[in-house]
């Protein structure tokens, strides 16, 4: 049994632990997983839209807004185009239905159909020409169609890129492009989906909707010291901070004018404030000479939206306020002002909320199924979306969601990976992603029911496609693992292009290892996918080869590319020398685990300390305890002759309920009575609407 546990400074744990009301569990698991820190217990323990970050922090998200605005406002058409896969439907889904919801009566929305090539082609440009578009919105695409892109440029057509790939040395020559992955973007999340993005460029639309919009103003509190004056202040435009200022005075000792904050406050902007008449009482004090202000008073505004803002101090208001700590201010009492004034803004102006939330339903599921981090800014938006399809499902994803009796529970992130996201995909594996694109589009209910059973339908073919393929590469498949000395598994003959991703993983799932996955495409190309375990990095791994492909992008358990046939047997050499070359380091499965657990500390609490870290997805994994020694009470026989094991395990004097899927007995035959040493996540296994609490083995091993 191989693991490791990430080392922890004991004294920075227990400081962080009192900082946030944490147990020292909690707070120990957070710090090895690189999670004490300001940001990330936001996204952790917030669940508000109020604190993403602003999407106006993207240099070009001004331009493309303008443009937008301005391309609705005149009536003109645009022309949206998405990617196949999961990622692409849902951003474009987003899009179609936020320009609509913004007045946009002209629209044209297209993905790639049947077995044409990923992104923005030669054929797509000719198609947006004809149809009469001036401006075209990639979403999950672009970022590398820079010739393409020029053409439209020099016909007249304006295009706005929402991408989340990596980008080449060269960018498309776009009215803006908007991916979080180029270097200088101004976004500090690089994680984004390219649904994401979409409905980060909606929100910033429905920004533009209201009077914040463009707005600069400077929030300023003073405050009392010991014979001082102590004042803050800030500057900030779409509530961005671009500028502050602190100064601390002593008492009648200087004129204003010598002042640096009365400096910064001699703007011409408005002057926002809690408590007018006691800050000037204070700015009167700090200064020798008199001096003329004009503050704006804004905590009848905050009440109006906050009741519970009503007979509290600024002072008492930093003291309760959660978004206070997570402020980078020195002052706690302004940043209680800011965070106040932005809530109560946003609530009011209901053009930035109202209808949203299928927008953040779609966008989880997306980020989800595009295997994007679990991290940072993702798990507030997945945290939110997960939470409307379980207690607000769009009339579209109902019937979706009652097939896999999913309808009334609550959904985990597991459950889009495993069930919904495989039946969106289906629709592009199967070359029609205009079906999950309608669904997500209809409006009636018959339409909505019909393209439903469709799109369960083509899931249905698709796991036959899978099942008929995947049988028919299993001597490949033996055969190349043999080749590759049991390290890897390359497929290249009989698989569809949409079902490359599939046959990979099922390969992955049988051998362990590495898995490759080529097709060939009517168009003469090379299209592959690529999957890994997790100590296995697909994209740095398939980067050595990337100047022989076309097209080339993921993530580290999951990446792909697209090539020029004459370029394969170039690459396969450079594959059988890259594979033979692996490290044995290379090849290690070892087990991060969170913990090591004590039997007096197993108890429910662990699922409460599971909830607590969800969702949970690439790196963010599901929590690991290492459990050095406990005794197997009863083994359970398996229903259908499979290969795992199902038992009992008795731990701090209780019995829990296990089960391992990928036991086969290589660490030791476990029976009644069996001492064992295992890895565990803490589950909850619900059937026919029971759930109950269950220890997910990871790894064993028999001791006695």
Known sequence: MKYSINRTDASEVRKFAGEYGLDMLSATILSRRGMADKESMKFLLESDLVYQYSPFLFDDMDSAVERISDAIEEGERIYIFGDRDTDGITGTSILAKGLEGLGCRDLVTRLPMNDEPYGLTSDIVSEVIDSGATLLLTVDNGISAIEEVKVLRDEGIDTIIL???IAGEIFPPALAIIDPKIPGSGYPFEGLAGCMVAFKLIYALR??????YQSECIFFHARPGKDTVKMSAVKMVNFILEDEVSEELSINMIPSHESRMVRFLDQGLPIIVMDKEQELSLLSKAFSDSIEIMLNDVRPDIEAVISSVRGKSLFTLSNISKAVRYSSLEDSELAALISLFRSAMIYKNKVLLDGMDELLALSAIGTVADLMPMRGENRLFVKLGLKILEKKTPDYLKIILSSFDLIGKKITSRDISYYVAPLINSSGRLGRPDVALSLFLAKDRN??????????????????STESTLSAVK????????FFLGRFVLIENSVPRGLTGAIASRILNEYGVPTLVLASTEDGRISASMRTRKNFNARSFLDRFSSLFQDFGGHSCAAGFSMAAE????????????VFSLSDDDEEDEILVDAELPESYMSSEIWRLRELFEPYGQENEALRFHVRRAKVEEVSPNRNGGSYLRCTIRYNNEIWPAVFWDYDKGSGEVKSGSMIEFIFSPEVNTYRGISRLQLNILSLEVIE
């Open 567 to 578: 370029n394969l047997e170039r690459f396969k050499a450079d594959l059988n020398e890259a």
């Open 447 to 464: 339409g909505i029911e019909r393209l439903s059973k469709e799109l369960i339908s083509m899931n249905r073919e698709r796991k036959s």
């Open 475 to 482: 001597d490949e498949a033996e055969s190349s693992l043999s």
């Open 207 to 212: 920004f533009s909707r209201t009077p914040l």
């Open 163 to 165: 991408d989340h790939h």
